[in-house]
């Protein structure tokens, strides 16, 4: 297997001799003054000798970092409409290779991604990051702003690679070569949006946990909780004190009973289902026998186990079509569980329905129903919803598509981004060979929400700084699409590790990750493809 550490020696031949050309330090200062880019006001600009303390005090999602790579850093706003803006920070890197990159946001967030400004300008690429058109992580911005869903659904990553490709070619006096996105989770949804939108945007586009299909998943994930009695976003009380409550105790023995039944299906007792849509999770084992206590830590309850099967079953409408995949089997166990299965209602889901879908302050959420989801899709706010599979024209400009899905995502379930993957398919007339040329989507066993979880799940993904363990295209997405974009090389697989030494290869989808014994091998329908 070929390690290719296309950063060392750029393909394209770019590496600016800006650096050495003028005082990148004046030359940024500058910037405050001179620059004019329509609808845009550049509201500071500061030179960053790296390594230095970044101050973020003041964003709405401060975090202590210390900047890799000397820049330029740029606070601008983008007017987007006459009633809203996007707030946006650009870092500009001394050493830059000619590439750009826009970033995604998280949840209905609303906050500037500093790990992955820190990031993707360590790896040399000029790099934008957006409020995504408000501040914060709640929807409550949304109550009465149609303008600011807009660019929360689709505009603000517009906008980020519109004026942020004028703003790195006003610096370096050069447009970029070739552009990118990358995005997590809202941010992967942001970068599927982009794909089917502004297919002329992006030349490659990394989707992490995509949250597409936005409507049915914020509805999904609030019936979740719905089914344990959570009834408001502000207090887990009702819940806690309802017979269908699943107390913290017990999820650990759902958990301890998920793996017994279903860890063992891939061939290695690891604490991994590798394929969890081939998990059959039997509820009723954990039912409560004859003459056991019904209120233990150990088994449930009639009423518990059929909210635990409600959770474990795929959600259909009343005429039986498939609305959204089941909760995830083994995903429980991340932390990151909690936040649905708490107690209070999903504030995500809260969030939508009332600011955003219903516009009003003030709902009660205990008979939240299939009603509410159907209602969610009806009114598609912003025209969000990032369910379509026709990225023909994406594909046109010979753009690509990395999709990445933690398999033990507590959040945003994998088979939901399978889901995406057989719409474009079936959407195209593609078979997957195909699809191949320009959308893959690698699996990640162990994977959750994003980044955390079990065994090989360094992936280059970006979001927590000192987490990128090897630096080549066969370990990481960010290379690796840099790899398939400008060199033609499509990454085939994506070798992860586990911080410690410890690799595993992920598969891209439809084939399968299988253990032969002596290793873990990627599977085909036709039978073994050998790596
Ligand atoms: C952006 O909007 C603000 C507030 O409406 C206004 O003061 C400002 O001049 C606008 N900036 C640009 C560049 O259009
Ligand atoms: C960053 O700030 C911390 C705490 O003030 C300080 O100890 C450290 O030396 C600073 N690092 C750099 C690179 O300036
Ligand atoms: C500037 O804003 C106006 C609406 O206020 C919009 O029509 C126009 O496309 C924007 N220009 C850019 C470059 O985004
Ligand atoms: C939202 O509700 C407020 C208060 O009822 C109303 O004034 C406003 O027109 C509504 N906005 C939209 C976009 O429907
Ligand atoms: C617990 O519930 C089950 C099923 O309803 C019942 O068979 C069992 O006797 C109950 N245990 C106790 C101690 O009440
Ligand atoms: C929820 O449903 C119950 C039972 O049908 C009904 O009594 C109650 O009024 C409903 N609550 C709301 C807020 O609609
Ligand atoms: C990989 O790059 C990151 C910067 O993104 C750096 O911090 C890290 O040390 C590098 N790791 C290796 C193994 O070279
Ligand atoms: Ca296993």
Not at 32 to 48: F, V
Not at 274 to 292: H, K, M, S, Y
């Amino acid at each position: 297997m070929a390690h290719r550490p296309i950063l060392a020696a750029s393909i394209l031949g770019l590496l600016s001799t800006f650096a050495r050309a003028a005082d990148p330090s004046l030359k940024c200062l500058a910037l405050k003054n001179t620059l004019q880019l329509e609808n845009t006001t550049i509201l500071d600009a500061a030179y960053i000798a790296a390594p230095a303390n970044v101050s973020t005090a003041g964003s709405c999602q401060s975090v202590a970092l210390v900047s890799a790579a000397p820049l330029c850093r740029v606070y601008l706003v983008i007017n987007t409409t006459a009633t809203s803006a996007v707030h946006a920070e650009a870092w500009l890197p001394d050493t830059w290779y000619g590439r750009f990159m826009g970033l995604g946001n998280g949840g209905l967030g609303g906050c500037i991604n500093y790990p992955d400004l820190d990031y993707a300008t360590s790896l040399h690429f000029a790099a934008i990051g957006s409020d995504n058109g408000h501040d914060g992580q709640t929807g409550l911005p949304f109550l009465d702003h149609p303008e600011v869903i807009n660019d929360f659904t689709f505009r603000a990553i517009h906008v980020e690679a519109v004026i942020g490709k004028q703003l790195v070619q006003a610096y370096y006096g050069t447009p970029p070569a070739k552009s990118y996105f990358s995005g997590c989770s809202s941010g992967g949804r942001q970068g599927t949006q982009a794909a089917l939108r502004y297919p002329e945007d992006f030349d490659g586009i990394i989707a992490g946990a995509p949250a597409t299909d936005v409507n049915r998943y914020l509805g999904w994930v609030g019936l979740l909780g719905h089914y344990i009695g959570a009834t408001s976003p502000d207090t887990a009380a009702d819940a806690i004190t309802s017979p269908k409550f699943i107390p913290p105790t017990l999820w650990s023995a759902i958990s301890a009973e998920i793996l017994r039944q279903c860890d063992g299906l891939d061939g290695v007792y690891d604490g991994i289902i590798t394929e969890p849509d081939d998990c059959v999770f039997n509820v009723d084992a954990l039912r409560c026998g004859a003459g056991q206590a019904n209120e233990t830590e150990t088994c449930l309850t009639p009423v518990q186990v059929e909210a635990l099967r409600n959770i474990y079953t795929p959600l259909r409408s009343a005429s039986g079509e498939l609305l959204y995949p089941r909760y995830t089997p083994g995903a429980e166990a991340d932390p990151f569980g909690g936040v649905i299965f708490g107690g209070a209602f999903v504030i995500l889901a809260a969030d939508w329905e009332r600011y955003t879908v219903l516009n009003i302050t003030e709902h009660d959420f205990s008979n939240f129903s299939l009603h509410d989801i159907a209602l969610f899709d009806a009114v598609n706010p912003g025209g969000g919803a990032t369910w379509d599979g026709d990225l023909s024209a994406f594909r046109a400009r010979g753009g690509k598509f990395l999709s990445y899905h933690g398999r033990r995502d507590p959040l945003i379930p994998s088979t939901n981004s399978k889901r995406m993957y057989d719409l474009v398919s079936s959407t195209l007339g593609f078979p997957p060979s195909a699809l191949d040329d320009f959308y893959r989507l690698f699996l990640v066993p162990g994977l959750g929400h994003c980044f955390g979880g079990l065994g090989a799940t360094l992936i280059g993904q970006g979001q927590i700084p000192g987490t990128n363990f090897v630096n080549d295209s066969v370990h990481n997405v960010v290379l690796a699409l840099v790899d398939w974009v400008e060199g033609g090389i499509a990454p085939d697989t994506i070798v992860g590790s586990d911080g410690q030494g410890a690799e595993r290869v992920h598969c891209r989808y439809p084939m399968r990750s299988v253990w032969d014994e002596k290793a873990w091998v990627c599977e085909d329908d036709e039978g073994r493809y050998s790596l």
